[in-house]
Nanobody
Framework: VQLVESGGESVQAGGSLRLSCVAS????????MGWFRQVPGLEREGIGSIDSDGITTYADSLKARFTISQDTSLKQVYLQMNNLKSEDTGMYYCAAALDVRAWWGDDVYYWGRGTQVTVS
């Protein structure tokens, strides 16, 4: 499975961005996809996930501003980010796992290379 992210860019605080992740290859192995981020100086953080039934799960600290959606049964997943803050600056990664438990349990099978988000 290959995951390719896009949509990261520089944006002003208070603005919005929509990240996309396209999955290709043996996508039948995937039951859950979502987004992590790596903010400088902090540990990698799970943002949210969506499973094959469209059920979403979010980190409590981010769910008010971030929304995950999918298109075509996990072949393409989106991350809508609103009211962005400088502390949201970092690298955002798409990740796929067998199911939601594996995804949040750090048993991710596949990672994208990431897309940079900079908020100033």
């Amino acid at each position: 499975v290959q995951l390719v992210e896009s949509g990261g860019e520089s944006v002003q605080a208070g603005g919005s961005l929509r990240l996309s992740c396209v999955a290709s290859g043996a996508t039948q192995d995937i039951g859950c996809m979502g987004w992590f981020r790596q903010v400088p100086g902090l540990e990698r953080e799970g943002i949210g996930s969506i499973d094959s039934d469209g059920i979403t799960t979010y980190a409590d600290s981010l769910k008010a501003r971030f929304t995950i959606s999918q298109d075509t049964s996990l072949k393409q997943v989106y991350l809508q980010m609103n009211n962005l803050k400088s502390e949201d600056t970092g690298m955002y990664y798409c990740a796929a796992a067998l199911d939601v438990r594996a995804w949040w349990g750090d048993d991710v099978y596949y990672w994208g290379r990431g897309t940079q988000v900079t908020v100033s």
